[in-house]
Structure formats: C-alpha cells, structure tokens
C-alpha cells in the first residue's frame, strides 16, 4: 500500500490551533479514512533545496502519495476527494457545485480574510493601521452577509458535507478570534458543526499534539 505522506510546520505559527494549513489537508483525510504519515519541516528546512522540490513557493503542506506530489491545499484536498468517497457527492451536478463551493471560499471568501489577519498580525505598528483596519473589517463583513444569507438555515451550503464545506469552515476559523462570526450567528453554527465533526476532532488534536512535542522539545536555555 502507498503511503500518504504530508509536510507540516516543525512549531506551528498558531500554536496548535487548528489554522495552518496542513490542518485542512489532515481533516480531509480524516474523512475519507485516509491514513497518512507527517513529515515536521521547519521554517529553514522550509527555504532549503529539498522542501523547495516539493512545494517550489517554500510553504506548507506537502503531499506525497507514491511518484505523486503535490503542493496548494486546495489542489490536494481536490484530490483526495476525487480518489476516496466522502467529500464530493456521487451525482455530478452536486459534484460540481461542491468543487465551486471549494473554489469560493479559497478565492472569494479568504482573501479579505487573510488581508485583516495580516494588517492585524504584521501592521499594527503601521501609522495607517487604525484607520485602516475599519475597511478591512467591513470587506470582511460584507462577504460573510452574503455567504450568510445564502447559507440561510441550512446545515451545510448544497445539501450533504462535502470538500466545499470542509474548505469553507477552514477558511472561517481564522475569524473566530476577531468577533465578525459572531455577528451572523448561523455562520457561527455552521462553524461550529464542523468542529464538532469526528473527523475534524482527530485532524485538531493531532496538530495540536504536533506542536505540543516541539515546545516540550525546546530547552530552557535555547534560543529561538
């Protein structure tokens, strides 16, 4: 049997909490009954010849699966919903919507998203910031209304779970500490039941037991 093998952050930047990407890839595999092995890479090996044979952009994660690599957590969550049933619906029309669904919250939903974490996280020494941050704040907001009022009081966007769900709920998370979900409490719900799936809990805890390892690898008297 081929072994699944994926690239993760040696010490994750969110501290096990479920926001690097490689947690994305690991629920989708989750799901599916996938197992897999992962490879800790860290932020030098990350810059180095042999990560950037893999993921020529020097980021995270990887998936190696025989004389198969791949790079992009979209393009891999994609395959391994295409190759295993669990992800995508069986009737094609359904099949289609999911992957468009996959495709919105990479190119329509996250990236206002990613603009405020980073003018939160890598700018707020910047003079512009406090102004700034309002208009980012409501770019944010105006996304998650209409993905709100589309979503409605379903469970999930087209019927069944899917990679689309999977996708969209990764993408959310990043917001939980900023407020705005709370502001449209069915996308709060809806975040919140793909939490509290199984296969969602084994993908966290797994990070989580990740990072947990490398801050009890750290000495006392090692630097950074």
Known sequence: ???IIITTFEKSPDRGAGLARDTRVRWALEEVGQPYE???VSFRAMKELAHLALHPFGQIPTYEEGNL??????????HIAEQHAGLLPRDANAQARAITWMFAALNTIEPPILELVNAKL???DKPWNKERMP???NRVRDR?????????ESNWLDGAFSAGDLMMVSVLLRLKSSGLLNEYPNLAAYVARGEARPAYKRAFDAQLALYMASQQSVSPD???
Do not use: C
């Not at 690599?69 to 994609?78: K, N, P, Q, R, Y």
């Open 122 to 124: 890598l700018e707020s």
């Open 69 to 78: 690599t791949l790079f992009e957590t979209g393009a891999i969550v994609f």
């Open 135 to 137: 208009l980012l704040r």
């Open 38 to 40: 992962v490879r800790p």
């Open 222 to 224: 090692s630097t950074p």
């Open 144 to 152: 998650l209304k209409q993905l709100s009022v589309y979503l409605g």
């Open 1 to 3: 049997m081929t072994v």
